[in-house]
């Protein structure tokens, strides 16, 4: 864990600067992921990063409870918050291990590009479920490196050998789904752009 916020803290002013890679594609995610969210809603996302996608998602929402394991994303996060003058979104420097939220509590979590950097993803899931409300939603993003070209399943474990890499997990979009499912999930929403894009899916849990 230690090894991972000592990464994510290193390239946090890099990662703020560093432009979307497919604009339309994050353009449409966001889209999609408004046709759920309503103005009386309590969200959680973990592993915010720099605050971008929950600040864009605040006008929809109620609350968006923001947690990141990195303090120095956090602080991006936060000078974004103020400078915008968006006040219902709470950014807090915590890793979604430790986090402790009320079950049946929430009625959207946010999970972007961070699935594949859980020590236990089935644990993770299973913890969203417990923490939504009946019908509440899971928006995920994920880069499913098992389908992706072989040069990406090469490169994490010789980044993580020579400890330039945090934990990054190798799995493919159909575990992802039978995870999903395992914990209760109904697949609502399944996008995958292209084969070496992240797998993006809106799971919602039954009533
Ligand atoms: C690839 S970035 C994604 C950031 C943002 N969600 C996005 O899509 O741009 C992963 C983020 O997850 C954070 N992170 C990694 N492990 C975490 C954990 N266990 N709990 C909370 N945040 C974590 C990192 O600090 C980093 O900011």
New binding site residues.
């Given amino acids: 864990m230690d090894r991972?916020v000592k990464f994510?803290d290193r390239i946090a002013k890099r990662y703020a600067k560093s432009p979307i890679s497919d604009e339309p594609t994050y353009q449409k995610k966001l889209e999609v992921t408004r046709e759920y969210l309503r103005p009386d809603m309590e969200v959680l996302e973990?592993?915010?990063?720099t605050g971008?996608?929950a600040l864009l998602h605040a006008p929809f929402v109620k609350h968006i409870y923001s947690?990141?394991?990195?303090s120095k994303?956090i602080e991006i996060a936060q000078g974004k918050a103020d400078e915008q003058n968006i006040e219902n979104v709470t950014f807090e420097c915590?890793?979604?291990?430790a986090l402790s939220v009320p079950e049946q509590s929430l009625d959207a979590v946010l999970g972007?590009?961070?699935l594949h950097?859980?020590e236990d993803r089935d644990e993770v899931i299973a913890k969203v479920h417990r923490m939504l409300k009946p019908d509440g939603v899971f928006v995920t993003?994920t880069p499913c490196l098992k389908d992706m070209r072989w040069i990406f399943r090469i490169i994490v474990p010789v980044g993580r050998f020579l400890r330039i890499l945090?934990l990054v997990k190798i799995f493919s979009a159909k575990e992802l789904e039978a995870s999903l499912t395992a914990a209760g999930f109904a697949i609502d929403h399944h996008w995958q752009p292209a084969k070496n894009k992240a797998a993006f899916i809106i799971a919602k849990k039954g009533n």
């Avoid at 915590?94 to 291990?97: H, I, L, R, T």
């Fill in positions: 991972s994510w973990f592993g915010c990063g971008s996608t947690i990141d394991i990195s994303m915590m890793s979604m291990d972007l590009n961070i950097l859980m993003s945090p």
